[in-house]
């Protein structure tokens, strides 16, 4: 009892901001110290393909101390690294960064996860973003200067394989197979709790279908009410923006690794193509915000969901564009927290949905809005998942995948048992208790 009596005394003293003592508070630091000494029983070491499980060249991370997720998962390590960074572990965050190297070597882009069954489909893009944490936490223009030839394969399968008839780029289950079709109908029924094979369904609808939750797999929001069950038929919001983020970035890499000015002002060009398509599609001038963008059926959704912060998180909005985003908080942000879509009537309970907080849509929300000068917002979001991490760890001892923005809790609404987690639920909370104690 004294352990949860001091976490919900600090809880109630973070109301004043980060004036308070939040940032010094013995049960921050506690959590720290549990995550600092934790890192390490989330390290593997696979030299060699074993079975199923792709062998990597160096020792990497896996989200899950036990249990569920015993992988290297893309997108899921980019958020792990920002913790490891902050925590002095650059050698083993670069050690991750040179495994995905090493895959998109291998197989022409980054995997889900070094596992077989991954080798269909990727997972949203983060590896400029990991190199360039890398790099500016340690830097080595001999290392960016390698990474650079294999950070261009990646992005050219992302502007071969998966990109739309509008010149945005989308999600696809292309590259599966029959059989996997076939299973992830029957995940989506399974995770939906909803019969979709019906007596009339043609094996043109079955296909379509499967596809489209594999694609739904690949954009990481599996499952959410954002596509309608037709992630392949969408442009999204949070895709593009970090593609824009590879386009800047690789101007920025071009200028450091001396490539020249031509090349710069190449990259430079990409990404501002990319943004003029965003605001052509995506931004609903009305509403002043940016939605998904159906190409297929040349509509919006409109589905308000946290992937709108990515603009920020990419730098991708204009400052006229941020407001409206920033606005968008009025509908995701609530009591605990950061929801990842806002809170209305959907036809399946999604665990990508209301009333759940996802670490990483949190941690890309504040970074954004630190960015764009938007502090009191990024302080009090913060505050928040500092909270809701406090509370529950006081409870259970542990970090968890995602936590209930409503009732400020780990228990949510999951297509799967939700596992303890350290992963993307740690780096956010290191990453996000040192932007507060930057704000002091």
Same mark, same amino acid.
């Given at each position: 009892?004294r352990?949860?009596?001091?976490?919900?005394?600090?809880?109630?003293?973070?109301?004043?901001?980060?004036?308070?003592?939040?940032c010094?508070?013995?049960?921050? *630091?506690?959590?720290?110290?549990?995550?600092?000494?934790?890192?390490?029983?989330?390290?593997r070491?696979?030299?060699?393909?074993d079975?199923t499980?792709?062998?990597?060249p160096?020792p990497?991370?896996?989200?899950?101390?036990?249990?569920m997720? +015993?992988?290297?998962?893309?997108?899921?390590?980019?958020?792990?690294?920002?913790?490891?960074?902050?925590?002095?572990?650059?050698?083993?965050?670069?050690?991750?960064v040179?495994?995905?190297?090493?895959?998109v070597?291998?197989?022409?882009?980054?995997?889900?996860?070094?596992?077989?069954?991954?080798?269909?489909?990727s997972q949203?893009?983060?590896?400029?973003?990991?190199?360039?944490?890398?790099?500016?936490?340690?830097?080595?223009?001999?290392?960016l200067? *390698?990474?650079?030839?294999?950070?261009?394969?990646?992005?050219a399968?992302?502007m071969?394989?998966?990109?739309?008839?509008?010149?945005?780029?989308?999600? $696809?289950?292309?590259?599966?197979?029959?059989?996997?079709?076939?299973?992830?109908?029957?995940?989506?029924?399974r995770?939906l709790?909803?019969?979709?094979?019906?007596?009339?369904?043609?094996?043109?609808e079955?296909?379509?279908?499967g596809?489209?939750?594999?694609?739904e797999? !690949?954009?990481?929001?599996?499952? &959410?009410? *954002?596509?309608?069950?037709r992630?392949?038929?969408?442009?999204?919001?949070d895709l593009n $923006?970090?593609?824009?983020?590879? !386009?800047?970035?690789?101007?920025?890499?071009?200028?450091?690794?001396?490539?020249?000015e031509?090349?710069v !002002?190449?990259?430079?060009?990409?990404? !501002?193509?990319?943004?003029?398509?965003?605001?052509?599609?995506?931004?609903?001038?009305?509403? +002043?915000q940016?939605?998904?963008?159906?190409?297929?059926n040349?509509?919006?959704?409109?589905?308000?969901?946290?992937?709108v912060f990515?603009?920020?998180?990419?730098?991708?909005?204009?400052k006229? +564009?941020?407001?409206?985003?920033?606005?968008?908080?009025?509908?995701?942000e609530?009591?605990?927290?950061?929801?990842?879509?806002e &809170?209305?009537?959907?036809e399946?309970?999604? +665990?990508w949905?209301?009333p759940?907080?996802?670490?990483?849509?949190?941690?890309?929300?504040?970074?954004?809005?630190a960015?764009?000068?938007?502090h009191?917002?990024?302080?009090?979001?913060?505050?928040?998942?500092?909270?809701?991490?406090?509370?529950?760890?006081?409870?259970t001892?542990k970090?968890?995948?995602?936590?209930?923005?409503?009732?400020?809790t780990?228990?949510?609404?999951?297509?799967?048992?939700?596992?303890?987690?350290?992963?993307?639920?740690?780096?956010?909370?290191?990453?996000?208790?040192?932007?507060?104690?930057?704000?002091?």
């Amino acid at each position: 009892m004294r352990a949860v009596f001091f976490v919900l005394t600090a809880i109630t003293a973070l109301s004043c901001a980060c004036s308070s003592n939040l940032c010094d508070e013995p049960e921050v *630091r506690a959590v720290r110290k549990y995550i600092s000494s934790s890192w390490t029983k989330t390290v593997r070491e696979t030299p060699e393909d074993d079975g199923t499980l792709i062998g990597l060249p160096f020792p990497y991370t896996v989200p899950s101390p036990e249990g569920m997720f +015993q992988e290297l998962y893309y997108w899921d390590t980019y958020f792990t690294n920002e913790g490891l960074i902050r925590d002095g572990l650059v050698g083993l965050a670069r050690g991750n960064v040179d495994d995905m190297l090493y895959l998109v070597d291998r197989y022409g882009f980054m995997p889900n996860g070094n596992r077989t069954w991954y080798l269909s489909r990727s997972q949203p893009p983060f590896l400029s973003q990991m190199v360039r944490s890398v790099f500016d936490a340690r830097p080595d223009t001999l290392w960016l200067a *390698r990474a650079y030839p294999t950070l261009e394969r990646e992005y050219a399968f992302w502007m071969t394989e998966r990109i739309s008839e509008c010149g945005l780029n989308c999600y $696809s289950g292309k590259g599966a197979d029959e059989n996997l079709v076939t299973e992830f109908v029957k995940t989506g029924e399974r995770r939906l709790k909803h019969v979709f094979i019906t007596p009339g369904m043609t094996a043109v609808e079955h296909d379509r279908l499967g596809r489209n939750f594999v694609a739904e797999a !690949e954009s990481g929001w599996d499952m &959410n009410p *954002r596509f309608d069950r037709r992630c392949g038929d969408f442009c999204p919001v949070d895709l593009n $923006s970090l593609l824009y983020m590879y !386009e800047t970035n690789f101007a920025d890499f071009a200028r450091i690794l001396g490539k020249g000015e031509t090349v710069v !002002e190449e990259w430079e060009q990409k990404a !501002e193509r990319r943004r003029k398509l965003m605001s052509e599609f995506m931004f609903d001038k009305l509403r +002043q915000q940016f939605y998904d963008y159906d190409f297929v059926n040349g509509k919006r959704s409109d589905v308000l969901s946290a992937a709108v912060f990515t603009t920020l998180f990419a730098g991708l909005a204009t400052k006229a +564009q941020a407001v409206g985003v920033v606005r968008g908080l009025e509908l995701l942000e609530f009591r605990h927290g950061l929801s990842v879509c806002e &809170n209305r009537h959907y036809e399946y309970e999604y +665990q990508w949905s209301f009333p759940n907080c996802w670490p990483s849509s949190t941690f890309m929300t504040v970074m954004g809005l630190a960015d764009y000068g938007y502090h009191r917002d990024a302080v009090r979001l913060s505050e928040k998942y500092i909270r809701l991490v406090l509370e529950s760890y006081a409870k259970t001892g542990k970090l968890w995948e995602k936590y209930n923005v409503i009732e400020g809790t780990e228990s949510v609404g999951s297509e799967y048992e939700t596992p303890e987690m350290l992963g993307w639920s740690a780096g956010t909370f290191v990453a996000l208790h040192e932007y507060l104690l930057k704000r002091k």
